[in-house]
């Protein structure tokens, strides 16, 4: 029998990143033994990576902002395929987060009177993003994290958990893991558990996700009977670095285009200007400034074309690329320093400019970035309810990227901050009252856990099997080349067939060694679940034939009405299948149908 360590709380939270810590500070609020586990070091989450702010209707720089705003505009870039109940929530309680964290400390930068300052961002008809220069993720896990500590909530760093294990009553009860460095195995019995695991990006060759965003939330949910919705609506931000090959995918902030910066071609035209209403196409604008005021006029829009909603932009940049008017190393130029001065530039983006100085010996107070898509959100996720961020595992809760049904089929930018504050709170507090509620003492079968352990050690003690490294690059080539920004049915069921041949394969891997320190048995237990959401991903992705927010079909062009009124749920059956299940979504409240109909 394999040994391990154990413990017992009344809350775990799985993931340390700003939905983690808001749920673990407010389980831990409610007088509940709370625990945070996270797959890396404490304040490396990748929320850190979430420069350009948070987005909240305080109305500071706009009067006019408000909640119902910020609904409206949250609702038509997701498509109206959201939960119109999470976005309600959500622009309702955002303010009082971003208030809230000010008071724990954040430093906001500030308009002239001292109020907290908003910066304009793609899809928000009004600037709305309270942040800290290009570093708010930073600022917000700083701030969270030091509650915590001071809390004295217990935490656990680099503790990679594999699976969710239920009791006789169907409840989930217990986390099975292991602690990254030494390889030793620990198991967590709780009342209650929370997923805050973040990401699915490390399954793209060409990623902002860091190395933790491999979908192991959504492949434990799924394992332990919940309802994931939505996997299609992957999001590929427009701009990630394309140069040098390194650093490839790295975010560049939408905070660029929000300070003034620009999209061009290789001809140095300002491309986006093609790519909004038809009407436009026909008019020349004898200069940018002219440009920039015919479309004002023209769309009552006050926001630039490069801020349109992130799907749009991407595959503007997309279709250049692809027509030949790409750069040297095929993506397009985003131009700053044309239209800001070097100390302005200096200033508001600092964490830019050092990045591209440092990584590609770009100097963008005086010449243009390199910039293309880059895997970077998925909207769906784990199937929650709105109030309480439940999922339909009894037991198990969800919160922040791994939870679907805010963004619809896009996300706004600087949505995922206040996501992670408002719902963080909500699986805090939904956790904490089901642990309450819950008789009895969380009980584990050691079976289960000895069968969890044994699955994780197999590759250890296989010779000449797969490389876990060769799999994960042809599961990254497969992800790019069938299942990126442009999908059609031809290749994305290509994909299905290649992803079932990458499951053969991944159970028979093989790594050398032993688990202390051992990088490449570190990966061969993410694989299974990079390889569980790219199933799902590709399955969703077959089932919705249209395009529609983050997902384009070339062989569907244009948005379904029908299709447009389902999720598409998956859930895991006892034969080891997926099901994919179409769910009319609850029909919207007519006092909040109205507000889509208003404004432009």
Known sequence: ?????????????????????????????????????????????????????????????????????????????????????????HAQEAPDRIYELEAWGALFDRTADGRILQRDFGGHRYARLAHVGDRTGLELIRTLQQRAVSLGIDVFMECKILKLLKDSDGQVSAAVGYWRPTGEFIVFTAKAFVLATGSIGRSWKYTSNSWESTGDGHAMALWAGADLIDMEFVQFHPTG????????????????????????????????????????????????????????????????????PRDEVARSINSEVKAGRGSPHGGVFLDIASRRSPEYIRRRLPSMYHQFMELAGVDITTEPMEVGPTCHYVMGGIRVDAESAATTAPGLFAAGEVAAGL????????NSLSDLLVFGRRAGLGASEYAEGRTGTPSVDNSEVDSVIEGALAPLGRDGGESPYDLQNDLQETMQSLVGIIRTESELTAADEALGELDERAANLSVSGATPYNPGWNLATDLPSMLAVSRLVTGGAIQRKESRGGHTRDDFPGPDPEMGKVNFVQRYLDTGGIEIEPTTRPEMPEELAELLKEGN
């Open 407 to 414: 963004h619809g089929a896009n996300r706004l930018g600087g």
């Open 241 to 308: 670095m394309v140069w040098p090959l390194s650093v490839r995918g790295l975010l560049v902030t939408e905070g660029v285009r929000g300070d003034g910066g620009v999209l061009r071609n290789s001809d140095g035209k300002r491309f986006m200007f093609d790519y909004i209403p038809e009407m436009f196409a026909a008019e020349t604008a004898d200069s940018e400034a002219e440009g920039d005021r015919w479309y004002e006029d023209h769309t009552n829009n006050r926001r630039p074309p490069e801020l349109l």
């Open 1 to 89: 029998m394999p040994e391990y360590e154990s413990h017992e709380y009344d809350v775990i939270i799985i993931g340390a990143g700003g939905a983690g810590l808001r749920a673990a500070i407010e389980a831990h609020g409610k007088g509940l033994r709370t625990a945070l586990v996270c797959k890396s070091l404490l304040g490396k989450a990748h929320t850190v990576m979430a420069e350009g702010g948070a987005a909240a209707a305080l109305g500071n720089v706009w009067p006019e902002d408000n909640w119902k705003v910020h609904f409206r505009d949250t609702m038509r870039g997701g498509k109206t395929v959201n939960n119109w109940r999470m976005a309600q929530l």
